[in-house]
C-alpha cells in the first residue's frame, strides 16, 4: 500500500495533487486484484493507464517548457513504464493476472523513488525558475 505524504512534494502544487492521485489509482487497482471481479480489475487498470499516459505527458510537457537537461532520461523511464502497463493490461485481457500483480509490485518501488529523485529535481529547478515560469505552469509557492 503506498502513502503519499509532504515528503513526496515536489512544490508544484498540480504535480503534487497528481501525485496523491497516482498513489490512490495504484491502491486500487492493487486492491481490486486480490478480488475476483475481472470487470473491475480491467477497469482500474485502464483507469490508471490513462492517469500515466497524461500525467507523463503534461511531466514532460513542463520539461520541455523549461528545457529541462534531464528531459530525456526522465521520458525514457515513462515510456518504460507505460510499456510495462501496457503489457500487463493485455495479458489481464487475456484473463492473465499475475503480470499485472506483478507489475503493481514494481510500480510500488519505482513510483516514491522516481518522485523522490526524479520528480524532485525538476521540482527544484522549476522552482529556482519560476519567475520566468510559462503562465500554464505557474508554481504556487506553498
Known sequence: ??????NYTVNIDKFDRAHEEFFALVNDLSDTM?????AKM????QNLMRFMQIH???EESLMQ??????MTDHKTEHAQ????????TKKL????????????SVLSEWLPEHIQKKDMEYGREVYKRTAKAP?????QLQ
Do not use: C, Q, Y
Request: without cysteine.
Open 135 to 139: 503562465e500554464k505552469h505557474r508554481v
Open 56 to 58: 507523463f505527458m503534461r
Open 93 to 104: 485481457r487475456e484473463g492473465k493476472t499475475g503480470p499485472m500483480i506483478e507489475f503493481i
Open 42 to 45: 480491467l477497469s482500474d487498470a
Open 81 to 88: 513504464m507505460l510499456d510495462l502497463m501496457e503489457k500487463a
Open 1 to 6: 500500500m503506498l502513502k503519499w505524504d509532504r
Open 34 to 38: 486480490s478480488g475476483n471481479d475481472s
Open 65 to 70: 517548457d523549461f528545457k529541462l537537461a534531464t
